[in-house]
């Protein structure tokens, strides 16, 4: 069976459907909700981006942070400082961004697994692993290097929301169906490892063999079971003695019958 590893090494923070319109006129969008709700624009800021100031943690998973590009929370905290403190904002909020570089390059792997060695586990193994994420390709290609695995991986296999058009981003199945053409496999051959609804999401809506939620990120075990998983983890470390167990289960289960 294939592998795809989606996201539980980079970024685990944004992938969304874009809710928010060039206007800022849909009444159930972050951004008025966050106008109408908060009393400072800090507070607007973080309730339409989904941040919770006090604890210092994304809200769920189904929040802007865990369900959106860098480049969409960008977007919408411009969107409120226009409705807070005027057009000239977003011009500022534009340089800011700028000037940030690639964000999550410097970040380091949030699972307690070894990489290279989980990696080389899952290609011993047959597995052409993958990697789908949010965040831009820079950060992307940086922080795989950091971690010792793009070589092991290839740039080829690392698909980012630099790559893709917002209809193709996840939980759109073509990053599944993408891979699965390159390396010949069928989507049933194909497993989904993630820690966002959009992870989940991509796995139910491209029919993978298996999608694997993980704790590691900020969905949490009902919303991930709710977004498609058929199983959540912890955390990658504990996958490969699970879907050992599941795999000679299947096998079991395919000789009785």
């Not at 977003?90 to 307690?112: C, E, F, T, Y």
């Not at 949010?134 to 795989?144: K, M, P, T, V």
């Not at 490892?193 to 992870?199: I, M, N």
Request: glycine share 10%.
């Amino acid at each position: 069976m294939a592998s795809f590893v989606t996201d539980y090494v980079v970024e685990n923070r944004v992938q969304k459907i874009r809710k928010v319109s060039n206007d800022n006129e849909s009444a159930s969008s972050p951004v008025e909700m966050s106008f109408k709700s908060a009393e400072t624009p800090r507070e607007a800021i973080f309730e339409a981006i989904g941040w919770n100031g006090e604890e210092g943690k994304v809200t769920g998973a189904d929040s802007l942070l865990a369900y959106g590009t860098w480049d969409d929370v960008t977007e919408t905290i411009a969107d409120v400082c226009i409705k807070w403190l005027g057009p000239e904002s977003k011009r500022l909020v534009s340089k800011w961004h700028a000037s940030l570089g690639a964000v999550h390059a410097s970040d380091p792997p949030i699972a307690p697994v070894n990489l290279p060695r989980f990696i080389s586990e899952l290609q011993k193994m047959g597995m052409k692993v993958c990697v789908v994420t949010s965040d831009s390709r820079e950060a992307s290609i940086q922080a795989l290097s950091r971690w010792g695995i793009l070589s092991m991986i290839g740039t080829e296999n690392v698909l980012t929301c630099t790559d893709v058009s917002l209809s193709q981003a996840k939980p759109n199945p073509y990053p599944v169906l993408h891979f699965c053409r390159k390396h010949n496999c069928a989507p049933s051959e194909t497993v989904v490892v993630g820690d966002t609804l959009g992870d989940t999401g991509l796995g139910r809506n491209a029919n993978v063999g298996l999608t694997v939620g993980v704790l590691s990120g900020s969905g949490r075990e009902e919303e991930l079971l709710e977004g498609g998983a058929d199983v959540v983890l912890p955390d990658v470390s504990h996958f490969m003695g699970w879907y050992k167990g599941w795999e000679a289960g299947r096998m079991v289960k395919g000789s009785a019958n």
